[in-house]
């Protein structure tokens, strides 16, 4: 799926080829100014948001950018930790890798921007904390989740000490670490843990504030996972309706949520309810992030299984194109 890219973007990359092209590599001091030049070019972009697929393409190709120079800024000895925006700009890519379903560039891109921000800021600094914090997701959204959990829970003790237990960035860490135990299946320890952060982050943030939404979506799959599938499903069609207001019907929250609302019919037995929604959700998740991004494809599985559900076997054969007659 070939996305547009943003002339800003387009720009800075020109500038950063030209800045090596016109400065010999094999020189060390040049290499270094070199370096520090590009660094700060990439750092003056626009902040594009990386939740948004419309700037995937700008992203793709400042990651290709980002991934390049952060191997000549290790070899030149400059730090990857100034300026400020530069910082910024990093975790702005690594969200990007992790909403476009490209979790194993983000998990290598994540430790070594980790590992440089940890010696040169400090464990607990806070952006230190946030490449953390995009290194957990990433393992997470690769299913590594035994990995992940430990960045979790440091990340979530060291801003408990720092700023408190209900801080808008502590009850994000409580949220990241109870979508873990969810991944892991322990719905019991999650369970706990999910309920306690979506009531401080309603009592905190408000009921529609993006992380009180997530921490409930954690509390609804934690009751999935216990088999409480109703009262999940009630939690999930509140998080859509939340989404819809937020930010529309077709952006990637909310078509998500709708997806999970789809779950959650289908274990109940409600399974052309279920094939109705992902029915509808599949060209939108196609048009949204393509055919190959895994939330299509999941979308595509959920409709066969719900089509096979109903002994429509023929329909759910064509969903993935169907068995060939030989």
């Known amino acids: 799926m070939t996305r547009p890219v943003d002339p800003a973007v387009e720009q800075a990359h020109t500038d950063v080829l030209d800045l090596f092209l016109s400065n010999p ?14 660094r700060d070019r990439l750092a003056l972009l626009p902040a594009l948001d990386p939740h948004d697929p419309r700037t995937w393409g700008s992203y793709a190709l400042i ?28 975790i702005r890519v690594l969200r990007y890798l992790y909403e476009a379903d490209r979790a194993a560039p983000g998990v290598l891109l994540a430790e070594m921007v980790h590992g440089d921000w940890e010696a040169r800021l400090g464990e ?45 960035s502590t009850l994000l860490a409580s949220c990241n670490l109870g979508a873990c135990l969810n ?42 996972g216990l088999g409480e599938y109703r009262k999940a499903l009630a939690l999930y069609r509140d998080i859509h309706r939340r989404h819809l207001r937020a930010s529309g ?16 019919l ?23 992030v393509g055919k190959d991004h895994a939330a299509t494809e ?14 429509r076997k023929e329909e759910a054969d064509e969903v993935h194109g169907g068995i060939p007659n030989f």
Do not use: W
């Open 25 to 38: 590599a094999a020189d060390p001091i040049g290499l270094g100014t070199v370096c520090r030049a590009a």
């Open 63 to 90: 990651t290709r950018d980002v991934q390049t120079l952060l191997g000549y800024l290790r070899e030149a000895g400059v730090p990857s930790s100034e300026p400020e925006h530069f910082r910024f700009l990093l």
């Open 124 to 168: 607990s600094h806070a952006d230190t904390l946030k490449a953390a914090e995009r290194l957990g997701a990433c393992l997470h959204a690769g299913g590594d989740s035994e990995r992940s959990r430990p960045l979790f829970e440091r990340i979530l003790v060291l801003r408990t000490r720092m700023f408190g237990s209900t801080d808008p």
């Open 183 to 224: 991944q892991l299946q322990d719905y019991e320890a999650a369970s706990e843990l999910n309920r306690v952060t979506a009531r401080l982050c309603e009592q905190r943030l408000g009921k529609d504030d993006g992380t009180t939404v997530l921490a409930t979506g954690n509390l609804a799959g934690s009751l999935f």
């Open 249 to 264: 019907a077709d952006s990637l929250a909310a078509l998500r949520a709708e997806a999970d609302v789809s779950i959650a």
């Open 266 to 288: 289908h274990k109940l037995g409600d399974h052309e309810a279920a094939r109705a929604v992902n029915a509808d959700l599949l060209p939108k998740f196609e048009r949204a």
């Open 298 to 311: 999941q979308t595509r599985s959920r409709l066969e299984m719900n089509l096979r559900a109903l002994g």
